[in-house]
């Protein structure tokens, strides 16, 4: 049973977490790197402490592979200790081992009761005070503050009319007043598609799902194929359609949405690997990539006398420029994984509509979703750790719906399994 001591620690936490989350584009200064350090370390303390209260070990044989890229991570993290040489190698070290320490969301992740009151505290409190935390933070960040919202948009079809219309006038305060954010609008918008696919029930069946599956887990390497034999580069879409597609930004610049921000990071990424020979194992956490476009501006910057950029917007060469191929393929296994234990093993259409939406998110991974220990990359742990769960999985509809209204709803959050079972599938 949720108590209200925890729910109180939960509302904490998710503040904390929050105002990191919006730091990099705050217009006042809300801490410095010790301070996030100590929050991290805060986040962590409690994910941990959730095991032996939260965590079922029934879930055990199911998500072994997420222990083992941990594993690999706190190798990777300990390598990286006798590969940092000044401060600003340290510093990455610490910050991006907190960031890849988040899997272990799965002690909690897996517990429905415990998600749910989660988001039930988000939209209780946090959610309201979107409306103070916009005088502090620039409308690109909307997106990222607002990231439970999409996670709510999975389940639209169970929403009451009334949570209908907030999560989707939320959804369009974030693509109307940060269309230059393309990576939060894009994530608002394929999980509303997926929310709408429950209504297209009668055309679409588990079958189709799968492939549609395979298609979002294979489609990067097919793209990266292409691009790597010259024959089809879909980051430069300005090649490939016609017109002006431009808007401004919130400093009144003018921004180009057909704009290749990749091609150039995937080279110098590659080459990077290539050159220095760390392509299987990685560089560590303490390095980064020999960077020509940004090298100059960083050295002069840090003054170590390396060329090197820390972290890249794509968060596979991110993993893949610290962990190395290893990291790469552990992680794909995850997705993976929970996308098919939660399509093939599961009884809920909500459930497989979770699979393909997380398949997005590796696809999506190619392109951008920052590795960053903030709001974004926890819910995707969370949903990740729900295709895990034995519970989660079990859940029927109908049992999905009391379980979503009791986001909102304190009647369907007291409903006891036994009454929800003798509901009328939805």
């Known amino acids: 049973m949720i108590t209200n001591k925890l729910n109180k620690h939960i509302v904490f936490l998710l503040f904390i977490v929050i105002v990191k989350t919006i730091s990099p584009w705050s217009i006042i200064n809300l801490g410095g790197v010790t301070y996030f350090w100590v929050v991290n370390s805060i986040v962590l303390f409690y994910i941990l402490r959730a095991k032996s209260r939260f965590y079922d070990t029934i879930n055990k044989r199911f998500d072994t592979v997420i222990f083992v890229f941990l594993i690999w991570n706190i190798f990777t993290m300990v390598r990286g200790c006798f590969v940092a040489e000044n401060y600003w190698e340290w510093k990455n070290l610490i910050t991006m081992s907190f960031v890849f320490l988040l899997p272990f969301t799965i002690y909690f992740s897996t517990h429905r009761e415990l998600v749910q009151s989660i988001f039930n505290m988000y939209m209780k409190y946090m959610l309201p005070a979107f409306f103070l935390f916009v005088l502090v933070m620039d409308p690109v960040a909307y997106g990222v503050y607002l990231i439970p919202v999409s996670f709510m948009l999975l389940f639209l079809p169970l929403l009451s009319q009334k949570w209908k219309i907030i999560t989707i006038g939320f959804a369009l305060i974030v693509a109307v007043t940060s269309i230059e954010a393309r990576s939060n609008v894009i994530k608002f918008v ?237």
């Open 190 to 426: 394929v999980a509303l598609g997926f929310g709408i696919l429950y209504y297209l029930r009668p055309y679409i069946n588990k079958s189709s799902l799968g492939v549609f599956r395979i298609f979002l887990l294979v489609f990067p390497f097919v793209l990266f194929a292409l691009a790597v034999s010259g024959t089809f580069n879909i980051f430069n879409i300005s090649e490939y359609v016609q017109g002006e597609y431009t808007t401004d930004s919130a400093a009144g610049q003018e921004i180009d949405l057909t704009a290749d921000t990749r091609t150039g990071l995937y080279v110098e990424v590659l080459g990077s690997a290539i050159k220095n020979e760390y392509v299987w194992f990685g560089r560590t956490y303490a390095r980064g990539n020999d960077s020509v476009l940004f090298g100059e501006k960083i050295e002069a910057l840090t003054g170590t006398g390396k060329f090197e950029r820390y972290s890249n917007e794509v968060s596979i060469l991110n993993i893949f420029t610290w962990t190395g191929l290893v990291g790469v393929i552990l992680y794909f296994i995850i997705f993976i994984r929970a996308s098919y234990l939660a399509l093939y093993k599961s009884k809920s259409w909500f459930m497989k509509i979770i699979a393909v939406y997380v398949c997005f998110r590796w696809s999506y991974a190619w392109v951008e979703d920052f590795s960053r220990f903030d709001l974004s990359y926890i819910c995707l742990w969370i949903l990740i750790g729900m295709c895990y769960s034995v519970s989660f999985r079990n859940m029927t509809d109908g049992e999905f719906k009391y379980w979503v209204r009791g986001i909102f709803d304190i009647r369907y959050r007291k409903a006891t399994l036994k009454k929800v079972r003798a509901i009328k599938q939805i």
